[in-house]
């Protein structure tokens, strides 16, 4: 069989993904494997429509596709986003229906489940027969009972092409429902921003849907309060290259070659409350918007916009979409934000959509709100962990600037470090193998549990 692999790294030959097929390739000799590199040659592809037609003939020709990349918060890399893009803008379709596909990803497994679902998503959309995912950790190719676990996954993907295997679509089609034109009405009241830095970023683009209207009705409510960037102002060159030299000082390569740092630095991290707005494109937000999240990462693992309040205003069916809901709502909890909400266009009633947007004007400036920030879910605390065990081990030497962070803020909070826990535990654990006392404690606990809760909650 000819296996096409879509490299989805924007460094090519280099990128870590590519040695898993590169060894599977080794493995199994009596197959054909094309490798191709849409991220990196991100920029051809946009504008030479010859070479991605010649990217969408092997896609045609093959019998299985591989979908290869490194995780770039919490998805794929903007570039590989882009190329995503392309290929429904283009009526790539086709080249994709009914090929068998497979998933691999390398990462510190931080969100690798959203940037897999996003892809079997696609995949879905595309008519594609999806076996399965693997997701590795960087160097797990070096450990031999992970490549015998690569290679069995791959063994399974390869006979399930050959069988022409029956899969089940996962991901329903997202709806195509009749266009609807927001047109804000003019504000019930306008709200005074004491003084409040507000910051609004768009991509309103085509096809940008209501964004600009929701925007423009949001600012509104603000009285004009409100700086508004559309992401086409800002200087982009290009997104996230993955060489890890910001890990060192947080100096990114792109430092001087255009405009984008200086918006991060001098808008973003100086506002006092933020409104990301955009519209879906196929099942996330624009490749543009990609590129903003990405590029951002020359700040490394550290939260740049802890304290401030964050909204989005969202063209689409994002109620149809709750993969791309979890992501934006980790990256406000990773980010240590105030969330204030999402407002979008899915009610098609202009009154409601008004009527949301006054209130997440109103949240965006209520002063009682100024010093809220929610405790975390499971998506920050599970979030922290992985870059807290990650830093302090493997990724230390790497990132000297996220090592720096975590020890000035007391990051690096194991709990092998309190003592007093570690004691209680060796003692009762050592009690509780006596019967009497086991019978008590198994009698009294859940008393226990709940003493001291129930001392504060009484008092006055």
Known sequence: MEIVVLNGSPKGELGVTLQYLRFAERKFPGHRFRYLHPAQGIHRLERDEGAFAAVMDAVGKADGVVWAFPLYYMLVCSQYKRFIELVFERGGRGAFAGKYAAAVSTSVHFFDHTAHAYIHGICDDLGMAYVGGYSAAMYDLARRRERERWLTFFDSFLDAARRRAPTARVHPPLPEGAPFTYRPSPPAETLNTGGMRV?????????????????????????????????????????????CRCGLDNTCQYLGRDGYIDFYEHKVKKADALV???????????????????????????????????????????????????????YAEFEEVNPVGFVTDEAQDGEVIDALLGETARRLVDPRTAAYRPPMTFL??????????????????????????????????FPQGRYRTRMRNLVMMTLLRIPAFRRRFLKEIKKKMVEPLQRIAETK
Request: net charge positive; with cysteine.
């Open 199 to 243: 910051l609004v970023v768009k991509d309103g683009r085509p096809p940008g849907g209501n964004v600009d209207a929701m925007v423009a009705g949001l600012v509104s409510y603000l009285g004009g309060g409100a700086e508004v960037f559309d992401l086409a102002q800002i200087d982009i060159k290009g997104g996230c290259l993955g060489c």
């Open 276 to 330: 990301l707005a955009g519209a879906v494109h196929d099942r996330y937000l624009s490749a543009r918007w990609k590129a903003f999240f990405d590029r951002s990462f020359y700040n490394t693992h550290v939260p740049t916009l802890t304290g401030k309040r964050l909204a989005y205003l969202v063209s689409g069916p994002l109620g149809h979409l709750p993969n791309l809901r979890e992501i934006l709502s980790a």
């Open 380 to 413: 920050g605390v599970g979030g922290h962990k992985i870059f807290r065990d990650e830093i302090y081990g493997d990724l230390r030497f790497v990132f000297q600037a996220d090592h720096r962070y975590y020890v000035k803020n007391r990051l690096y909070d």
